[in-house]
């Protein structure tokens, strides 16, 4: 069985009560996260080394039985001896340890071993020396019979030092971490509150990013949650919260084109598929960091075909028509547009489709072809754009394979 260790002792800079557990990165402490981690990395078992039961560890109580696992919190080493078996395996967290957790899943798994790093980037950076080479990085998973070793020791200990020392010397393996993750902040030992803010910018740019998302609209919007997505997380934006303003926005536009404001209409649609493509990149940044599984209802999915029906409702209604003319004429080059902008992009390779396929950006095009008054053609010269494209390149694409 892998048994979690995670301690929870350490006091955050100055002697003000608060503990390096329970900084929050984000919208979660930082306990939170080494929760998530260990739940990913298949703990059963998750014991908390801490000096009373505050409520922030029973709220990491509540989740960790949600997720399956139990949950012990003990004030020392000797409440150790009776949760872990020599046959436990043990992964254990350094008070204040916020990895990026591919980082921490990849090196736990390559096997047994004490993460280390050189000193001459550990000490300044808070790890503990091991040598006069190396420094600890703060993890380690080790086999659980070492844990019994730590009964000799006197009662006022570090457990997390001592059980590393003991592994240490029983020729547990060093695991050196990848050049460059301390540096790159992907790698933090979070000591006080003003580094728990410091580092919070950083931390979420290293979820949110993602080399897939080239459209317009994915670029601005991680531009937006780097700036503003710590303010979000701690004001408790959810991404819930944001696809009711997208569905707000959307109705928006519905009312706008019914009323003949065209411009005005897309507009809103722009600005829905925006707000809903930042929730879109919250909820990536917690369920990383929390390790979180994906949701099983595809919610971005239903959100797009839903925008697509917003846009050809919006320019049935906003294209120049005479009193009791007929939809139909109208609605069906809106059709054909949407309908190639779904298809065609399926032909291309990610960057291009993803600028197709950008609805953000799409309804921002015809916005300013509303305003110059040359909104139906715009929407026809768009719909055979896109048809030549996908007759096009596929040819195009065919060549400079055989070449």
């Known amino acids: 069985m892998r048994v979690?260790?995670?301690?929870?002792?350490?006091?955050?800079?100055?002697?003000?009560?608060?503990?390096?557990?329970f900084l929050r990165v984000g919208r979660a402490a930082i306990g939170r996260h080494q929760l998530g981690l260990v739940l990913a990395l298949g703990c059963e078992r998750v014991i908390c080394l801490a000096r009373s039961l505050d409520p922030e560890l029973v709220a990491l109580q509540h989740a960790a039985e949600q997720a399956g696992a139990k949950f012990h919190v003990v004030n020392g080493s000797r409440g150790l001896m009776g949760l872990i078996s020599t046959a436990d395996e043990v992964i254990a967290l350094a008070d204040g340890l916020l990895p990026v957790p591919e980082e921490a899943v990849a090196l736990v798994e390559a096997g047994p071993g004490?993460?280390?790093?050189?000193?001459?980037?550990?000490?300044?950076?808070?790890?503990?020396?091991?040598d006069a080479a190396m420094a600890a990085a703060g993890l380690m998973r080790v086999p659980g019979r070492l844990v019994e070793r730590l009964a000799e020791l006197p009662a006022d200990f570090d457990t997390y030092s001592a059980l590393q020392r003991i592994a240490l010397q029983a020729g547990v393996p060093q695991r050196p971490l990848p050049a460059g993750l301390v540096e790159a902040g992907r790698?933090?030992?979070?000591?006080?509150?003003?580094?728990?803010?410091?580092?919070?910018g950083g931390w979420i740019r290293q979820l949110a990013a993602s080399p897939d998302d080239t459209a317009p609209t994915a670029v601005l919007a991680g531009l937006l949650v780097r700036g503003v997505g710590p303010a979000l997380l701690h004001a408790g934006t959810s991404e819930n919260a944001l696809v009711g303003a997208a569905g707000l926005l959307l109705l928006l536009t519905l009312g706008s084109a019914w009323l003949g404001h065209g411009a005005l209409a897309l507009g809103f649609c722009a600005l829905a598929v925006l707000v809903r493509r930042i929730g879109g990149l919250l909820a990536r940044v917690?369920?990383?960091?929390?390790?979180?599984?994906?949701?099983?209802?595809?919610?971005?999915?239903?959100?797009?075909?839903i925008v697509d029906a917003v846009i050809a409702v919006a320019l049935c209604w906003s294209m120049w028509r005479f009193p009791g003319d007929p939809a139909w004429p109208r609605l069906f080059p809106a059709l054909a547009l949407l309908g190639?902008?779904?298809?065609?992009?399926?032909?291309?390779d990610k960057r291009p489709a993803g600028w197709l396929a950008d609805r953000a950006a799409l309804a921002l095009l015809l916005a300013v072809a509303a305003i110059g008054g040359v909104l139906t053609h715009a929407v026809q010269a768009?719909?055979?754009?896109?048809?030549?494209?996908?007759?096009?390149?596929?040819?195009?694409a065919a060549r400079l394979t055989r070449a």
Not at 114 to 130: M, N, S
Not at 187 to 200: K, Y
Not at 286 to 305: C, K, N, Y
Not at 382 to 394: Q, R
């Open 340 to 348: 190639f902008a779904r298809i065609v992009p399926r032909l291309m």
């Open 382 to 396: 768009f719909a055979l754009g896109l048809a030549a494209t996908g007759i096009v390149w596929p040819i195009g």
């Open 114 to 130: 004490i993460a280390v790093q050189p000193a001459g980037a550990g000490i300044p950076a808070g790890f503990e020396r091991i």
């Open 187 to 200: 790698w933090t030992l979070v000591r006080d509150e003003a580094q728990a803010h410091a580092i919070e």
């Open 4 to 21: 979690a260790l995670l301690s929870m002792m350490e006091q955050a800079g100055a002697s003000d009560g608060a503990r390096r557990a």
């Open 286 to 305: 917690e369920r990383a960091s929390l390790s979180l599984p994906a949701s099983r209802f595809p919610r971005e999915a239903i959100f797009g075909w």
